[in-house]
């Protein structure tokens, strides 16, 4: 079964507003990560946030954590026309060594 | 900060041709790599666990024959796609581990196309 599911699937916004997306996950993990995909390219790395940590920033992102209901965000403020990517979460397992697995992905178009 | 190189990012072939891709870690050694797939519109898809000096580790459904992984020094694992056929078109992604932080860095990836 897919590790992460994010909703929403798809997020359309206005540049300026704020774009959270959502990711669930099933077992218990060691950290999830946050990376966005611009189309046709590779992943670049956003954020980590480790299983004991609930909240995490960097620039203009912000990731939260809730193990108990094994869920995590992710907040960008302050969208931009150039934010317009696939986001996705990736969790890691405390067996699974580097090994990750990602969800389905939030498709986010900010819009000039 | 570390680099993946893969190569190349776009091929086209023919039908029952073979494929290579490589993965290489630019500036950092990696005793494991990780090759996904993805079709348009999906999640990466964890196809196999490239080991340097021994046999990748294949997920559940992926055919080892199919899909050959060779991981013969520390910067360089490569995929091979033989005998290709139309259904096996898709975007392939490698990545590979910075083993001090954990952080994993991907290539760029590498759409084949198979006609």
């Known amino acids: 079964s897919q590790q992460g599911e994010e909703d929403p699937q798809a997020l359309s916004i206005q540049e300026g507003e704020n774009a959270t997306m959502n990711c669930s996950y099933k077992t218990s993990i060691n950290n999830l990560q946050w990376y966005r995909q611009n189309s046709g390219r590779g992943l670049v790395h956003l954020i980590l946030i480790r299983s004991n940590e609930r909240e995490k920033h960097s620039g203009r992102l912000r990731v939260t954590l809730d193990t108990s209901k094994k869920s995590s965000s992710l907040l960008i403020t302050a969208s931009r026309a150039a934010d317009t990517a696939s986001y996705f979460c990736?969790?890691?397992?405390?067996?699974?060594?580097?090994?990750?697995?990602f969800g389905e992905g939030t498709q986010l178009t900010v819009n000039p | 900060g570390a680099v993946v190189s893969q190569h190349p990012s776009w091929v086209i072939c023919k039908s029952g041709t073979s494929v290579k891709i490589e993965c290489r870690s630019l500036d950092f050694q990696a005793t494991t790599m990780f090759w996904y797939r993805q079709f348009p519109k999906q999640s990466l898809m964890l196809m196999a666990t490239?080991?340097?000096?021994?046999?990748?580790?294949?997920e559940q459904g992926v055919e080892k024959d199919k899909f050959l992984i060779n991981h013969a020094s520390l910067t360089l694992s490569t995929l091979t796609v033989t005998s290709a056929h139309p259904e096996d078109s898709s975007f392939y992604i490698c990545s590979a581990p910075l083993l001090a932080t954990g952080e994993l860095f991907f290539g760029e990836g590498s759409r084949l196309t198979v006609l």
């Open positions: 490239s080991n340097e000096g021994s046999k990748a580790t294949y």
């Open positions: 990736a969790t890691r397992v405390e067996t699974s060594g580097s090994r990750l697995t």
